[in-house]
Structure formats: C-alpha cells, structure tokens
C-alpha cells in the first residue's frame, strides 16, 4: 500500500502512541519546513514485518516513511502534501527510499528482504546516485520496489524502463493494492512482479464475487511466472484464515507487529527468526524482459509465429481481434496498438474510440494528427515507413492475444498469436513507445 493512503495511516493508531503522542506536539513553534527536511536528510522510516503465512516466521520488512518526530511533518500525508506544493516529490520520494536502504544496511542483523515504496508521480526521474549505490554495493538483502496500478497508467514507458533497471541489479518488483482497480489486474501480465500485494478490501470481503474474480486472475499469473502473493491488513485470527483461504503466501498487518523502528525486531531475534527458506522463494531477477527490443512483427516472427498472406488476410485478422476486445474483452483490458501507415491507423480510430470507454487502457502510435485521436486513447506520433508495419494487443484476464503484420498491398508477412509470454512482450515493445 502506498504511503500517502490512508489504511496506512490508520495502522499508527495503536502501534506507534509515542510517536503519535510526538507528532501532536508540533504547534505553532514547529519550525520543520520540507526544505529542512531534505536539506537535514531528517526521514527516519518505520518498518513493518511481512511473515510467511504458515510458519509465521519473518521473510522481510516494508519501509514506511516519516519525517522529523514531534513535527507536523512526521505524518507521511502532510509530509508528501509539503512536498507536492513545493514541487520537490521526487527529492523526497529519493530520500524516502535512500533512508530506508541506509537503515536496512547499517541493521547488525539485515533482514532478507526489504520493500521500498514508489511514488507513481515521479517514477519518470532518474535515480539518485545515492540510491543507484546503495541498490548495486551488494546490499545484504534483496530489494523489492513497490508500485501501484497508477504509475503503469499514468507513465508506462518510464514504469519499464524503471523495472527492467531494478531487475538488471538483481532485485524484484511488487504491484500494490491489486483489486483496488481494474487497471491493475488488466496491467498485472505486462509488469509481471515478483510479488503481487492484494488490496486489504479483499480480505474484509473474502466471498464476494469481486474478490473471488480477483483472486483467481491473480493466482493464473502467479500459477504462470512463479509470483508469490502478500494480503495486506491482518490484525485478527479471522483475517489470518481469510488471508490463508486467499492462497496468499505472506501477509503483512498489525496481527504480526505494526511500524516500528528496525532496532526492536533485531532485539526480538528477527534474523534468527526469519524463514529464509520462504524469503528464498522470490523469483529470481529477469533483466531484460520488460524492455524487449525490435518492433511487434519482429518479435512474433522470431518465435516462428510469422506466416505469408494477402492485405486481405491481415485485415481481417486485425477486424477479428479489434472485434473479440469489443465484444467480450473489452473491460479491463489493456488494448495497444501500432502502425507506421496513417490511413490503416486512421481505420482502427472508431474501434479504438468505442474501447476507450469499457477499457482498462488503450493506447496508440501511429504517424496521426493528435487532435484526430479521441481523448480516451494515450497516443503517441510514430514515423511512417516504405515498409508498412501494423500490430495490435489485446491482454486481459483470461484472454491475450496479438496480430501483427509487415509487407504492402500486394503482400503481407503476418502473425496471430494467443502465445501470453508472446503477447505480453509485443505489448511492452508498443508501451516503450508512449509518452513517458
């Protein structure tokens, strides 16, 4: 869960009085600006245990921010609020994980894994050397960065190549809040995290058919890339068992220790107690798989997908796939599409109009006038071409599929795949391509 919402916050109430007791005392008198704050580096993170569900043993912590105790700052809403209208989200959001690392490190005894939050607002921003140091110094633990279904909808391109630089240095992803929205169920395929975070609604309503639906997407893509699944909120034996009956495999939540500094879970044994074996579980690190190179055709053809044909057989693939989203993939599904020839492009406009509006995402390139693309459609201007390149994806819950095709009037190379590793990796060579 992010930092900035409020179940986070919430989880203070009773697990951190004194330093709530701390942040009522900043008055009038408090003198903490969030220029201070990032000029004094003055963020000093709690963290929360994350357990394996069965054994109950520790496999990590999640960092949370807070500024200086006793200051209105302390608090990560007034804290991250003060830096949005400073315009300095991104200086804080570095600090916030420079900390957390930094703690972590200098810990006698690190826990295995250490998740750090990102705020979906600045995931465009190169990182810090600081932070670049303390991710590739062989840190005594693995890194695993979360995010939510707002920056894969909001910055796709920068959320990519933000993953595949995380998984180049050996440490793992997780997408938070999961089931919050349909847009990060319908983006799930294309991150593919080493750890999905289910939204915490889910376990207050363990047999509504919302969550059954969830649930059950999100096991067919742990089943498929090994991602292991973490429910969030537990502070009750019955929450326990609804995380259990989930098929989550770690939880997180007051039933296990609320935010606290690192100093009491090293005193109570934390290393000694970690269930390495199950910390051991997370996937290894796949440099490269987000960011494939080459253009849609290119990759299908690699994999021996491609075939001959007529314009006539393309098109009517294309129409076929544009159709199947209309009619029974539409909802939350993510819908990309490329082509270097305008008038083919300028075709799909009213397909891709009408998905607009039932879609989790739908996104354009082609060499079009913007305002000839409807509001709904993130688009991007691509180059034409001599040799005309088309493809179209359509990835949802229980369907992908992708056709892709290179040639002229009178003759076209073409691919129709429902290959999921395939089409998601044709999806993420279209999402480089939008705006970051």
């Not at 999640?62 to 989200?89: C, Q, Y």
């Not at 913007?370 to 180059?383: I, K, L, M, N, Q």
Request: proline content about 8%.
């Amino acid at each position: 869960m992010s930092r900035t919402l409020a179940p986070r916050s919430r989880r203070t109430a009773t697990v951190e009085a004194p330093a709530l007791a701390a942040l009522t005392g900043g008055g009038e008198h408090d003198d903490w600006s969030i220029e201070r704050v990032l000029a004094e580096r003055a963020i000093e993170p709690l963290f929360q245990p994350i357990v394996e569900l069965h054994s109950l043993r520790p496999v990590g912590v999640e960092a949370l921010a807070r500024g200086p105790a006793g200051s209105r700052l302390w608090h990560p809403r007034p804290l991250f609020a003060a830096a949005v209208a400073a315009g300095r989200l991104a200086e804080l959001d570095t600090l916030c994980a420079e900390r957390a690392l930094e703690l972590a490190r200098a810990a006698a005894a690190p826990p295995p894994l250490v998740f750090v939050n990102a705020e979906p607002a600045v995931v465009d921003q190169p990182p810090s050397a600081r932070l670049l140091e303390l991710m590739t110094s062989n840190p005594p633990f693995r890194i695993v960065v979360e995010y939510t279904e707002r920056s894969l909808s909001a910055r796709p391109a920068a959320l990519l190549q933000l993953a595949a630089a995380i998984q180049s240095h050996g440490h793992g992803l997780a997408l938070d809040d999961v089931g919050a929205d349909p847009m990060s169920l319908a983006f799930l395929p294309l991150l593919e995290p080493e750890v999905v975070k289910l939204d915490l609604q889910l376990l207050r309503a363990p047999h509504s058919p919302r969550t059954v639906e969830v649930v059950a997407a999100v096991h067919a893509v742990a089943e498929r890339t090994g991602a292991l699944i973490v429910a969030e909120g537990i502070e009750t034996e019955d929450d326990l068992a609804n995380a259990r009956a989930l098929g989550a495999n770690w939880g997180q939540g007051l039933l296990f220790g609320g935010p606290a500094p690192l100093a009491p879970f090293e005193e109570a044994g934390l290393a000694d107690t970690a269930d390495l074996a199950s910390a051991s579980l997370l996937r290894p690190s796949r440099p490269g798989l987000h960011l494939p190179s080459g253009t849609p055709f290119e990759a299908a053809a690699a994999r021996g997908k491609a075939r001959q044909g007529t314009a006539e057989a393309f098109a009517a693939h294309m129409e076929h796939l544009l159709r199947r989203a209309q009619q029974d993939h539409g909802a939350g599904a993510v819908v990309l599409a490329s082509c270097t020839d305008a008038e083919t492009a300028r075709s799909w406009l009213p397909a891709l109009r009408g998905l607009a509006d039932r879609a989790a995402f739908v996104g354009l390139v082609a060499p079009l006038h913007p305002a000839a693309v409807a509001p709904g459609v993130r688009f991007a201007a691509g180059p034409g071409a001599e040799v005309e390149e088309c493809a179209a994806v359509v990835i949802a819950p229980r369907y992908a599929a992708a056709v892709c095709g290179r040639g002229s009037l009178e003759s076209v190379a073409f691919a129709h795949t429902e290959d999921r590793a395939l089409v998601a990796s044709i999806a993420r060579i279209v999402l480089q391509q939008l705006p970051r």
